[in-house]
Each structure stands twice: as C-alpha cells, then as structure tokens.
C-alpha cells in the first residue's frame, strides 16, 4: 500500500459530501420522498404511476447539470485519469449494477445516503455488503494483471453525446409539463390526495377525493371504520375492483397505497394527480443540486471511486467516497429528525418512507451483485447518470444496461421466472 493519493482533496469532498445530503434533506422536506437514484431511474423508465412526474423532473435536473459541465469542466469526470473501463466491462457491470439494485431495493444513494441516517437495519446491511463485495471486487481487478488488462481499456468519446444530452433534457422537460397536463382532475381520471399520515409505522389516514364526473363511479362509505372519506371514478374495471377494496378499513394502511400505487402502474390510463407543480419543479432543482455534490466530490470520476474500493492500488488509497458518504449522512442524520417533526413535507401530505424491516436473501444478494459491478466499473446509478456528461462510449454502454439489468430482474420477478425466494 501506498498510503494516501496524491490529488485527494478532503474539502471538495467534503463540500460535495454536504450538497447531496442537501439534495436529499430537502427532497424529503418539500417533496417527502426519499433520493434513492436506482428507483428514480426505474420509475421514469418502467412505470407510469404516482410519482413519475417528479422523478422525470429530477433526472431532467441532473441531466442539465451533466450536459453543462460536459462543456464547461469536462475534467471533473476524470476524462485524463488513470481508470476507465472498456466497453465489454461497462456491460457487464451495468446489468450487475441494474438487477442488484433492483433485487436489493437501492443504491448508495437510497440506502447509504438516505438509510443510514435513518438507522434502518436493511440499509445498514446493504451498505456494509455492497462495499464489501466491490472492494472484493475491486481488489481483485487491480491485483490480476490478466483480469486488469481486460478491464481496463482505454474508451472512445462520443462527441455528439453532449448535444445529445441537451435533447434529452429539453424532451424530459416536455415530458413532465405533457404529465401535469394528463394528470389534471378531469373525466376518466382518479384524482387522488393523501390527507394525513403518520411518520411513524403506524396507520396512514387517506382520503381521495373523487372529480365532478365521479360521483356515478365507484364511492365509498362516508365514513369508513378507519376514519376516512373516500370517492373515485376508474376507467378500468380491474381498477374499480381495486379500489372497491380499497375503500375497506385497510385503506388505511400503507399496504393500501401500495395498492393504489399498483393500480396507476398497471392501468397507465388510470393516473392518480399526486405530484404538483411546484413540487416537480422543485424536484427539478433538487436534481441538479444532487448531480453538483457528485461532480464537485469527484464521484463522477470512477478512478476516485475503485481507489477508495481498491486501497492495495500501487497509486494509493483514495478515501474520498469515504468523506463523501461520511458528510452527507451527517447532514442528513442532523436534518432527518428534524423534518420528521412535521406532520407532513411541504408540498404534500405524506412522507413515503420504505416500510420493509426485513433483512431478506433478496437484499442481500441484490446489494452483493450491485458491489460486484461497482467494483468492476466504478460507477453506480447517481454517476452513471451524471457522467453520460462525459461523452464516453462506456458511460453510454453502462447507463444503458443499467436499465436493461433492472428491466431483466422486474420482468423475471413479474413473470415467475425468479423464485419465489428472491421476490
């Protein structure tokens, strides 16, 4: 071991540490949602549910900060660094990356940055597998020249991504005002507002407000045995089914919105207008001050991120990731509480907090393929996105399957093809 890097910069990181923690904070505290990257990616991706509009808004968000310093500061992203992966490499380590993520339900993001600070069991689990298994990983990589050599190859810049980029942005900009249109209470929509909710794992208390052209639909008992109002019109009949049960006393748990949830996922016809204006916009800004923190911290250079997983590397050991993740869980775990004295954030009703405790083999398994891949690319969801910025083949080769790695697992655990066990 070499002892430290020569360019790690501890303020950077810790100022880059802090603005995700910032990010995070007050995505909880205006919007209630927790920054979990790989499920933001997922939701814009593969579903057309309740809070699609403001994750689409978030990644336009990153996006514009990505495509900005693609211009601007195109060294951020390590493009003269010693580390890069080569194209078959990117591959493989995106579809670990994406069916890990998906099977382990989050990233570090979701479960270092957001669940730490939560003391959550399954983050605290996730985290401490997904850093094992890269550094394993990592190590391994770096201590094998045969298996370096295939790795690491030196990749190919794309010069038109950038522009490419701005696109994109400008369409998922489209995208989210085309959602707050269709959205909009009207005829053959469910309109729907969460009223209260506990921040404890107690009941939540709902109530849906049905439209003008609702009241021959689908309605509720006045006042049900859990204390709420309920009134809806659907579209479907599968969804009118759903929402017939819906308006039992279990509506007022949070296994009930995971219904309502379902229902808008499988019936895109059927969309439930949770998400205002204001808060996707927020959202917006919150995303390009996630994407910040990680090119500010260096996060958004992979030989940052395999120095820290690789400590045995004959440059050094580079612990940025380590302040990075160290100051945004503080900031974090001084705002959290804090927040959580509200009755609800800002701009909604409800915090939506994961409700799972249980410490499963689809945890685990999904954070040990997620490390894998993380040790092998160096990348992970938040700066995959971010560092499309680059212009890079491998970045486009990574994010690409990245997403096809979390369709495979949704399509497996949808279709039966996954046991039962790892659902």
């Known amino acids: 071991m070499s002892g430290i890097v020569a360019d790690f910069s501890p303020l950077f990181a810790a100022i880059g540490g802090a603005m995700l923690g910032v990010a995070a904070s007050a995505n909880m505290l205006l919007n209630g949602r927790i920054t979990g990257i790989s499920g933001i990616m997922s939701g814009v991706a593969f579903t057309n549910g309740l809070d699609t509009a403001w994750k689409t808004a978030f990644m336009a968000g990153m996006l514009t900060i990505a495509t900005i310093c693609g211009y601007v500061a195109p060294e951020l992203f390590g493009v003269k660094g010693t580390f890069s992966a080569g194209v078959g490499s990117a591959a493989l380590a995106g579809i670990l990356v994406g069916f890990g993520t998906s099977m382990g339900s989050g990233c570090t993001s979701g479960h270092g940055l957001c669940g730490l600070p939560r003391y959550s069991n399954r983050s605290i689990i996730a985290v401490f597998t997904f850093i094992a298994t890269g550094m394993g990983t990592a190590s391994l990589v770096e201590a094998v020249p045969e298996i370096n050599e295939l790795v ?9 991504l950038p522009a490419g980029l701005v696109v994109m942005s400008v369409l998922l900009a489209i995208e989210v005002v085309a959602r707050l249109i ?17 921040v404890a794992d107690g009941p939540v208390k709902v109530g849906v407000e ?18 709420c109002k309920e009134g809806a019109e659907l579209t479907t009949k599968d969804a009118e089914r759903g929402l017939s049960r819906a308006s039992t ?23 439930v207008n949770s998400a205002t204006p204001v808060a996707i916009i927020t959202a917006f800004f919150v995303g390009c001050t996630f994407a910040g923190g990680l090119l500010l911290s260096g996060m958004a250079d992979a030989a940052k991120v395999v120095g820290f997983l690789a400590p045995g590397r004959r440059e050094g050991w580079d612990p940025t990731l380590l302040i990075v993740l160290v100051a945004g869980v503080l900031v974090n775990g001084v705002a959290f509480p804090l927040i ?14 994961p409700t799972s405790k249980d410490i499963s083999p689809p945890l685990v398994i999904g954070s040990a393929l997620f490390g894998i891949g993380w040790g092998i690319a160096g990348l992970c969801p938040g700066p995959a996105v971010v560092v499309l910025g680059s212009g890079y083949e ?9 997403l096809s790695g979390a369709y495979v697992h949704r399509f497996s655990k949808a279709s039966g093809i996954l046991p039962a066990a790892l659902h």
């Open 152 to 160: 690491r190859m030196a990749p190919l810049k794309v010069s038109f």
């Open 249 to 271: 006393a279990e509506w007022g748990s949070t296994n009930a919105l995971r219904r309502a949830a379902s229902i808008s996922n499988h019936h895109p016809e059927v969309i």
């Open 394 to 402: 491998h970045a486009i080769c990574f994010a690409v399957m990245m």
């Open 182 to 198: 269709k959205n909009a209470p009207k005829r053959e929509v469910l309109s729907a507002t969460v009223a209260h909710a506990q």
């Open 210 to 227: 049905a439209t003008e052209d609702a009241k021959e639909g689908a309605k509720a008992p006045a006042d049900s045995g859990c204390g």
């Open 340 to 353: 959580f004295r509200r009755a609800g954030p800002v701009f909604g009703q409800t915090f939506h907090l």
